[in-house]
């Protein structure tokens, strides 16, 4: 018996449920609302042990479901993770490799396969695939990245502009979504698709009354020199030094033209252009709060700027301070999810998914943004509650990645899952007596070039281990996640791991095979040895 069927029968006997008298019953499909952010890190998140932030609403669906401890993307960046999230397959599968690319939507997705099963279908918030969605009953979309204050919203018809602030309002639609079909006679599947806590973390006002700023402890490779890295970790742009002091740190510059970064070089007009957009988005009142709590910060700086590590430590707090603002709205805004299920008698049969689109940097190796695979960008947050099915409190150290999403969603619905999906269902996790999972992970990043000038590359990691090729440099990184968890020591170029690199790198071309990336087979064989 195939484990994919084990997994599906798994999900459909999970469908069942005894009455008091023991006898079995036939529950309805479960409705699905699946939360995802953008850009939230695992350290930003309490239920992962967290000391910058307490996120109570989130960790209530650990206390009432399963915590993935171990939970990873295959691509880091915002389109090709979404794209992955709707097809259940990898980038070059699904044809969304990078956030040039636009989304085919004529292939089969994850709506598409719940709306033929009788599911009311929904998305609320970010969308980011260029093309218009299908396969939704009802929709109402960012456009492009959306906007922190006024988001301009399309559904399929007309483009609106929402008076409020973007994590509130979506909040608001994907409630009117459950309101409005709570009583009908289909289950609802429901995607709400935060724009926070991306760049360039704007907070809600309502988060800006709590006077002085936090200071928050810098993480340990905060200063990161990079000395046993390839080329790849020099060469980057995201480096918190570099961040702008307009659009990032919301400093009012008196000239639009000057250096923004404050660090010397090329001005960059533009980011100053933007952050001047996003500020004039904001009501009277609105900006009223805002320039009371970012006034003082403005003035101190104009008066005495800070200058070489000291600025870059000073954009760091500030970069923390707004980052987890953000955050705390979207835990706010969990909140009022989970309240609705709860007041509405929805909450034991409705499975709901929290994750992030992928990882962040916050501080480590002196970074944000996203794209490596390593750890804090690779790792995403998963939590996942049903009731019915799965029993609270439960701590998952297994390797899952957002292939399995989709799969998890349809077999909750009692829906087959489609042969050529790369993922498996997480549900079967929740049995202790189904403990098949697999040991090995595959990551593929495309993008490179510019905007932040991470090079392509492809991997594998493993329980303990973690094997990097930076395919245009021609070169590697391998990393001992357990002796080096902040990986800092590539131990590639050491004579004494040639056998383990050797072996992963089969491993490696073995994946590859697995999930039929040719191009990366290419590559592996070309370039690799």
């Known amino acids: 018996m195939s484990l994919r069927y084990l997994l599906i029968s798994f999900c459909l006997i999970g469908l069942w449920a005894c009455d008091k008298n023991g006898t079995e019953e036939q529950l309805p499909p479960p409705n699905i609302i ?14 992962y042990g967290s000391n910058l932030i307490s996120t109570p609403h989130i960790d209530r669906i650990a206390k009432h479901g399963m915590q993935f401890d171990n939970a990873f993307v295959t691509n880091s960046i915002c389109g090709p993770s979404r794209a992955v999230i709707m097809t259940g397959k990898f980038s070059h599968k699904n044809g969304f ?9 004529n292939q089969a997705t994850l709506p598409k396969y719940l709306q033929q099963a009788g599911y009311y279908t929904a998305i609320a918030g970010k969308w980011h695939l260029k093309s ?7 929709y109402s ?13 399309y559904n399929g018809t007309d483009t609106t502009v929402v008076e409020g602030y973007a994590t509130n309002v979506i909040t608001d639609k994907a409630l009117q979504v459950l309101d409005t079909q709570k009583d009908g006679e289909k289950p609802i599947f429901l995607m709400i698709h935060h724009k926070a ?8 006002t309502t988060h800006l009354s709590s006077g002085k700023e936090k200071v928050y402890p810098f993480p340990e490779t905060f200063w990161d020199d990079y000395k046993t890295r390839t080329d790849a970790a020099s060469k980057q742009d995201m480096r918190i030094e570099n961040m702008f002091l307009g659009m990032d740190m919301k400093l009012m510059l008196p000239n639009a033209q000057e250096d923004e970064t404050g660090t010397g070089g090329d001005p960059k ?3 100053y252009t933007w952050w001047m957009r996003d500020y004039n988005l904001m009501t009277d009142d609105q900006r009223e709060v805002w320039d009371a709590y970012y006034g003082p910060i403005n003035e101190a700086y104009q008066n005495n700027p800070p200058k070489g590590k000291a600025l870059t430590e000073w954009k760091y707090q500030r970069y923390m301070n707004d980052y987890l603002k953000c955050v705390q709205s979207v835990d706010d805004n969990v909140g009022r999810v989970l309240d609705y299920l709860e007041e509405n008698g929805l909450s034991d049969n409705t499975l709901v998914i929290y994750t992030s689109d992928q990882g962040f940097y916050l501080g480590e190796h002196g970074w944000y943004d996203k794209r490596f695979m390593y750890e804090p960008s690779f790792r995403t947050p998963l939590f996942m ?7 609270g409190k439960q701590k998952n150290e297994k390797l899952v990645q957002n292939i399995d999403f989709a799969p998890t969603m349809l077999a909750a619905a009692g829906v087959a899952i489609p042969s050529d999906m790369q993922g498996e269902s997480l549900l079967s996790l929740g049995d202790k007596k189904n403990q098949r999972w697999r040991d090995q992970l595959y990551y593929h990043y495309y993008q490179g070039g510019t905007w932040h000038f991470v090079e392509k590359h492809v991997g594998i990691r493993t329980e303990r281990y973690k094997l990097i090729f930076y395919y245009d440099l021609g070169d590697w990184e391998l990393y001992d996640l357990q002796s080096d968890p902040q990986e800092v020591n590539n131990l590639y170029r050491d004579a ?7 072996s992963l790198k089969v491993e490696l071309q073995g994946l590859a095979t697995t999930y039929e990336d040719t191009t990366a087979l290419n590559l592996l064989g070309v370039n690799g040895k």
């Open 385 to 391: 509650q049903l009731p019915t099915k799965l029993k």
């Open 141 to 153: 979309v960012l456009l492009d990245q959306g906007e922190y204050y006024s988001p301009q919203f």
């Open 34 to 47: 699946f939360i995802m952010t953008d850009d939230h890190a695992v350290d930003a998140i309490s239920a």
């Open 269 to 271: 007009a533009p980011s």
């Open 132 to 138: 218009t969605p299908q396969g939704f009953d009802e």
């Open 97 to 105: 490799k990078s956030n040039r690319d636009t989304f085919d939507g």
């Open 197 to 204: 806590p991306h760049r360039n973390w704007m907070p809600d």
């Open 496 to 502: 004494t791991y040639k056998p383990l690199s050797d």
